[in-house]
């Protein structure tokens, strides 16, 4: 029987996306220094009794790793329900919530179930950097607008972005990455407000909603009288406010992102998910986790604390520094960044060169991190 031509392995090419070529794979650097200030992790690791809860309860889960983890988690739901209820006052039933694999993936649902070809997502730069992948790998038309020179969003703005794009998804940080601004809840009204019959026409010709996304990474660092969108979500079917355990939880390497919305828009994310996309180990250590929601969140008060001394030390300094509600603080300007972010690296401080031209971002570590951090700045900027 004659073989098949081969053709020879160098000649092989593969179909990549046209709109792929050349691209390289999102991350800040991995870097083995010794002070780690570039992503907005949690310095504090989880304690001795938090470990062994999380290690029995996997070691449990791990029992049934021959059947299929529950697809719809309930139980972790209700869980994540009841810590926004205590969280931000605001009472939600365990069908308003979802969750899967980091707050990045709820949004990669909200885009595949509500974006698409032909649809618009609009936000409004400088903001976090994976938003426009999440519309390229969705297919989905990226729009930017602007954020003003204080980082928050004009609302007329935003309502022209809307009447001229028809977006099918509004993606709002609140706190901003990298800026740190939180939105008034007057400026996510408004923009819920126009949203609501400002998405792309149906079918029949109808107005549809834009899907309103307030992203609250960091919303538990939010200064005191700032208050969550979360408050909102009963009067606007279409909002959905994102949260994850990356952050205040220090639950990065979990991978448990989470959001809130009205029961119908959930539904529509269920439709879009892999099956059994929330494996039984992380259901498993999610909730061990939420059980030590106090012992976990205790860091929050002194890291936010340690945020605004931050933020007045590099002030005082003659540095500009935008208001921060997160656990990093975006400071600068500076005509060479890149030098004074290799003059830090080169003292053992990796911090992050990112967002507008001129300025850096550092995240908040431990006291003595950070003291490092300004050791290093004082000598970097010859102070
Ligand atoms: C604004 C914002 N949203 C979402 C995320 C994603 O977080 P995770 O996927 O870890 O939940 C980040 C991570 O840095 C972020 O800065």
């Known amino acids: 029987m004659a073989t098949p031509a081969q053709t020879p392995v160098a000649a092989v090419r593969l179909p990549l996306r046209p709109d792929l070529a050349g691209l390289t794979p999102y991350g800040a650097p991995q870097l083995d220094v010794p002070v780690l200030l570039n992503v907005n992790e949690n310095p504090y690791?989880?304690?001795?009794?938090?470990?062994?809860?999380?290690?029995?309860?996997?070691?449990?889960?791990?029992?049934?790793?021959?059947?299929?983890?529950?697809?719809?988690?309930?139980?972790?739901?209700?869980?994540?329900?009841?810590?926004?209820?205590?969280?931000?006052?605001?009472?939600?039933?365990?069908?308003?919530?979802?969750?899967?694999?980091?707050s990045n993936e709820v949004m990669l649902h909200l885009l595949q179930a509500f974006g698409g070809p032909g649809r618009t997502v609009l936000s409004f730069a400088p903001t976090y950097s994976m938003?426009?992948?999440?519309?390229?790998?969705?297919?989905t038309g990226w729009v930017a607008g602007r954020r003003e020179p204080d980082f928050t969003v004009d609302v007329d703005h935003a309502r022209e972005q809307i009447a001229a794009h028809r977006p099918a998804v509004i993606l709002l940080a609140s706190?901003?990455?990298?800026?740190?601004?939180?939105?008034?809840?007057?400026?996510?009204?408004?923009?819920?407000?126009?949203?609501?019959?400002?998405g792309p026409a149906a079918e029949d010709g109808a107005a549809t909603a834009a899907v309103v996304v307030v992203d609250e990474a960091y919303g538990e660092f939010r200064r005191a009288?700032?208050?969550?969108?979360?408050?909102l979500l009963d009067r606007h079917p279409h909002l959905a406010v994102a949260r994850t355990m990356s952050k205040a939880f220090g639950m990065a390497g979990?991978?448990?992102?989470?959001?809130?919305?009205?029961?119908?828009?959930?539904?529509?994310?269920?439709?879009?998910r892999l099956p059994y996309h929330l494996s039984a180990l992380t259901q498993a250590a999610a909730l061990a986790a939420l059980?030590?929601?106090?012992?976990?969140?205790?860091?929050?008060?002194?890291?936010?604390?340690?945020?605004?001394?931050?933020?007045?030390?590099?002030?005082?300094?003659?540095?500009?520094?935008?208001?921060?509600?997160?656990n990093f603080v975006l400071f600068g300007v500076f005509d060479d960044r890149r030098a004074v972010?290799?003059?830090?690296?080169a003292r053992g401080v990796l911090i992050r060169e990112v967002g507008p031209e001129g300025w850096l971002r550092v995240s908040v570590g431990t006291p003595a991190e950070t003291a490092a951090f300004r050791a290093a700045l004082e000598e970097v900027l010859c102070w």
């Open 254 to 272: 979990l991978r448990l992102g989470y959001l809130a919305a009205a029961p119908a828009l959930v539904d529509h994310l269920r439709v879009v």
């Open 341 to 345: 972010w290799d003059g830090l690296l």
């Open 225 to 231: 009288g700032t208050p969550s969108a979360l408050a």
């Open 175 to 198: 706190p901003n990455n990298p800026t740190g601004t939180a939105l008034p809840l007057q400026t996510v009204e408004a923009i819920c407000a126009a949203a609501a019959t400002g």
């Open 291 to 326: 059980s030590h929601r106090d012992e976990l969140m205790a860091q929050v008060a002194s890291l936010r604390a340690e945020r605004d001394a931050l933020v007045t030390w590099l002030r005082e300094h003659g540095l500009r520094v935008a208001d921060s509600d997160a």
């Open 131 to 139: 938003y426009p992948e999440y519309a390229r790998d969705t297919l």
């Open 45 to 102: 690791p989880p304690s001795e009794a938090v470990v062994a809860d999380i290690t029995a309860a996997v070691a449990d889960a791990a029992r049934g790793l021959n059947r299929y983890p529950d697809r719809d988690f309930p139980r972790l739901r209700s869980e994540l329900a009841e810590y926004l209820q205590v969280e931000s006052g605001v009472s939600l039933a365990p069908e308003q919530v979802w969750a899967a694999n980091g």
